[in-house]
Nanobody, 119 residues
């Protein structure tokens, strides 16, 4: 069974940092893009950052200069280093990955991890 499991969320004060991790496991042949999204109640899930298999990155304007996405292909893991956190960063953070499983490419999601930033 293919799984994405996030960790690293929690409650912090504004200005502090958190590092999220997301590990893929199961019968995965290859991983293409990996990304982080976030969602608050009643709103759509929005892209935070994305990294390609070659290491190219893309960020939402609201997190540029504060967040850094990276990946370790050997460990099938994607990270999100979040610095200078703001209350508006409070959300459930989800990772996703475009993976070759069996005989097809499919998009998989993790279960989410809560990040709460107090002012």
């Amino acid at each position: 069974q293919v799984r994405l499991v996030e960790s690293g969320g929690g409650l912090v004060q504004a200005g502090e940092s958190l590092r999220l991790s997301c590990v893929a496991s199961g019968p995965i042949f290859s991983i293409n893009n990996m990304g982080w999204y976030r969602q608050t109640p009643g709103k759509q899930r929005d892209l935070v950052a994305m990294v390609t298999s070659g290491g190219s990155t893309n960020y939402a304007d609201s997190v540029k200069g504060r967040f850094t996405i990276s990946r370790d292909n050997a460990k099938k893991t994607v990270y999100l280093q979040m610095n200078s956190l703001k209350p508006e960063d409070t959300a459930v953070y989800y990772c996703n990955a475009h993976m070759w499983v069996g005989s097809t490419w499919s998009l998989y999601w993790g279960q989410g991890t809560q990040v709460t930033v107090s002012s």
